[in-house]
C-alpha cells in the first residue's frame, strides 16, 4: 500500500529504510525506548536532564541549549527479545482441545536513530528521525494460537523538528513538531469449518493492513544548578492515527459470504503522551548520578476497533492502564578519552489482567541492567557504547480473540530482551 503523500514517501524511503526491519518489544506495551546508545547504558536514567549530547532533544527538546558546536549522531540498537509461550490448556468452549504448539514468536531487530543539531543567532535547532512504536511477532502458521494471531506488525517513523532558547543563564525551555508515520499488518487463521460443526478442519486466513500519518508536539524545561548539575521536565503528546488500508481473506470454497470479500478497512490508534522528570547531580568531577521518573499514558489504548466496508466492526479490548518507570544511574569519567556508565530501571506493564494479555503483545514487567561506555576517539567525534538486560518473567495468557470468543487461548509466556547499542557522535 502506498503512502499519499509522495515527499513524505521518499523521505522515508531514502532516509530511513533500516527502520523497516523488524521491531521488538522493549518499554511499556509496544513503546520504544531505544533513542540514544549513551543513554542506554544508563537505563535512560536522567535521560530528560542528561546533555551528553543532541540525543536529549528526543528526551527533552530544551536541552539543545547546551550545545555551542553543531552536532550530527547515528546510533543503532539490536534487539533480541523472547516471547516464549507453553500451552496450558487452549480450547474451544463446548468442543474441545485446540490443537497446536507453542513457540518464541519475538524477532531479533534493528532500531536506528538520527540527531542533528545547529545553532543561529540566540536560538537552536534540532532534527531528530527515530522509530518510538513497533513491534514485530511472528508465530508458526499451525502454532495453538493461530486463531488469535500468526504475524503482527507495528511500525512507526518519527521525524521531530525541535527549536530551544534560554530564557536565562539558568532556564531553557524548547518545543518540538512530530510528524509520524504509522504501519499496522494483522494476520490470522480463521476457523470456517467451526460454522459447519467441523472447527480446526476448514481454515481460512485474515491479513490486514493499513497505514496513516498523525502529529503531535514535545515540550521541554531544562534547569541547570549551581554545581553543574541539571533537573529536567519533558512532555510528549498523545499522537492519534486514523490508519486505512485493506483487508484480504483466504477462505474455503464453501465460504461464500461478502463479509469474507476482499475489502477496505480503517482503524484509529492512540499512541500515548508521556511526561519526564529527570535530574543529574554531579557527586565531584568524575562522577555524577543520575535518576527519572516517567509516567506513560496507556490507558489512552483502551480498544482496537477495525472498521470493515463489508463486515461488522471487529473490536478487540484492551483497557491498558497508566504506569511509571524509574531508573536510576552513574556515570564515572574514567580518563580524558573513556567515560563508563551502569544504570537500573523498573518499567511496569500496562496490561491490566489475564485476560486482557494477547499473544500479538505479550508484555510484562521488567527490570533493566545496563552498562556503557563512550571512547573519544578524536577531539570532535565520540564513540558510544552500551549493552542491556531485561528481565521479564512469566505471564499467563487467557484471551478470547473478538471475532471467535469460543476459542480461548490459555497458557505462560516467559519474556526477557538483550540490546546492544553503539552510535557515532561528531561535533563540526
Not at 513524505?8 to 524511503?13: C, V
Not at 539543545?64 to 516464549?84: C, R, S
Not at 524477532?107 to 537552536?124: C, E, M
Not at 492512540?270 to 521518573?293: E, F, G, R
Request: net charge negative; with cysteine.
Amino acid at each position: 500500500m502506498k503512502l499519499k503523500n509522495q515527499w513524505f514517501e521518499a523521505l522515508l524511503g531514502g532516509c530511513f529504510v533500516l527502520s523497516f526491519l523488524p521491531t521488538a518489544l522493549q518499554a511499556s506495551g509496544f513503546a520504544l525506548i531505544e533513542q540514544s546508545a549513551s543513554a542506554q547504558g544508563l537505563s535512560y536514567a536522567g535521560a530528560a536532564a542528561n546533555p551528553e549530547d543532541v540525543s536529549i532533544m528526543w528526551f527533552n527538546p530544551a536541552g539543545l541549549t547546551q550545545f555551542e558546536n553543531n552536532q550530527m549522531i547515528l546510533a543503532g540498537h539490536i534487539v533480541k527479545p523472547v516471547a516464549d509461550f507453553t500451552n496450558q490448556d487452549s480450547r474451544i468452549d463446548g468442543i474441545g482441545e485446540l490443537y497446536g504448539k507453542g513457540g518464541n514468536g519475538a524477532k531479533t531487530s534493528f532500531v536506528p536513530n538520527f540527531y542533528w543539531k545547529t545553532r543561529y543567532q540566540n536560538l537552536d535547532f534540532g532534527l531528530g528521525v527515530n522509530v518510538p512504536f513497533g513491534s514485530t511477532v511472528e508465530y508458526d502458521d499451525d502454532w495453538v494460537g493461530r486463531y488469535h494471531a500468526v504475524y503482527t506488525s507495528t511500525k512507526t517513523i518519527n521525524i521531530n523538528p525541535a527549536v530551544a532558547f534560554k530564557l536565562n543563564d539558568a532556564v531553557s525551555f524548547g518545543v518540538g513538531l512530530n510528524v509520524q508515520y504509522i504501519d499496522v499488518n494483522l494476520t490470522q487463521k480463521v476457523d470456517f469449518g467451526l460454522a459447519v460443526g467441523q472447527a480446526q478442519q476448514f481454515d481460512g486466513y485474515a491479513d490486514l493492513q493499513a497505514d496513516g500519518i498523525g502529529y503531535g508536539v514535545n515540550l521541554g524545561f531544562l534547569y541547570e544548578l549551581e554545581n553543574d548539575g541539571f533537573i529536567g521536565l519533558s512532555y510528549r503528546s498523545q499522537v492519534s492515527h486514523t490508519a486505512k488500508g485493506e483487508a484480504d481473506f483466504m477462505t474455503p470454497a464453501f465460504v461464500a459470504s461478502t463479509e469474507y470479500a476482499d475489502q477496505n478497512i480503517s482503524a484509529k490508534v492512540s499512541l500515548p503522551a508521556s511526561v519526564s522528570l529527570s535530574s543529574l547531580y554531579p557527586i565531584n568531577q568524575k562522577i555524577n548520578l543520575l535518576a527519572d521518573i516517567t509516567w506513560t499514558g496507556w490507558s489512552s489504548f483502551d480498544e482496537l476497533r477495525i472498521t470493515f466496508d463489508n463486515k461488522p466492526d471487529s473490536v478487540q479490548p484492551e483497557e491498558w492502564e497508566d504506569v511509571i518507570r524509574y531508573s536510576l544511574g552513574v556515570t564515572y569519567q574514567y580518563s580524558p578519552k573513556w567515560i563508563v556508565r551502569s544504570g537500573i530501571a523498573l518499567d511496569s506493564t500496562p496490561i491490566p489482567s489475564d485476560e486482557l494479555r494477547t499473544p500479538r503483545i505479550p508484555d510484562s514487567n521488567r527490570k533493566w541492567l545496563s552498562f556503557g561506555a563512550s571512547y573519544q576517539m578524536k577531539e570532535n567525534m565520540r564513540i558510544d557504547m552500551a549493552y542491556s538486560h531485561l528481565r521479564g518473567g512469566t505471564e499467563t495468557i487467557y484471551a478470547r480473540h473478538a471475532d471467535t470468543p469460543t476459542h480461548i487461548l490459555h497458557g505462560e509466556v516467559e519474556t526477557k530482551v538483550d540490546i546492544l547499542s553503539a552510535q557515532l557522535v561528531w561535533n563540526y
